[in-house]
């Protein structure tokens, strides 16, 4: 599975971006998909998850602010991210987990700056 992630840039704090990520190759129907972020000189963090099922679930820092979402169809999963803090700059990876694989996209930066 490849991964393509896309959608960072720089952006005022209170403000929103739209992270997107399409995956393409041998997609199994069930599996799960996250959002995960890496600040400079951090280890990389969980964000945001979603399930084939439609199940989400968020870390505490983003819960209210950071949606997860998918479109089955296009085999995207999208991180709408309202109401942005310095603190979330970062690159933001997605990844991609079936029964037998994990896969990395390359990373998107994002950076929320005045």
């Known amino acids: 599975v490849q991964l393509q992630a896309s959608g960072g840039g720089l952006v005022q704090p209170g403000g929103s971006l739209r992270l997107s990520c399409t995956a393409s190759g041998s997609i199994y129907r069930i599996n799960s998909m996250n959002w995960y972020r890496q600040a400079p000189g951090k280890q990389r963090d969980l964000v945001a998850t979603?399930?084939?099922?439609?199940?989400?679930n968020y870390a505490d820092s983003v819960k209210g602010r950071f949606t997860i979402s998918r479109d089955t169809a296009k085999n995207t999963v999208y991180l709408q991210m309202n109401s942005l803090k310095p603190e979330d700059t970062a690159v933001y990876y997605c990844?991609?987990?079936?029964?037998?694989?994990?896969?990395w996209g390359q990373g998107t930066q994002v950076t929320v700056s005045s």
């Open positions: 990844r991609y987990m079936d029964y037998a694989r994990t896969c």
């Open positions: 979603i399930t084939s099922g439609g199940d989400t």
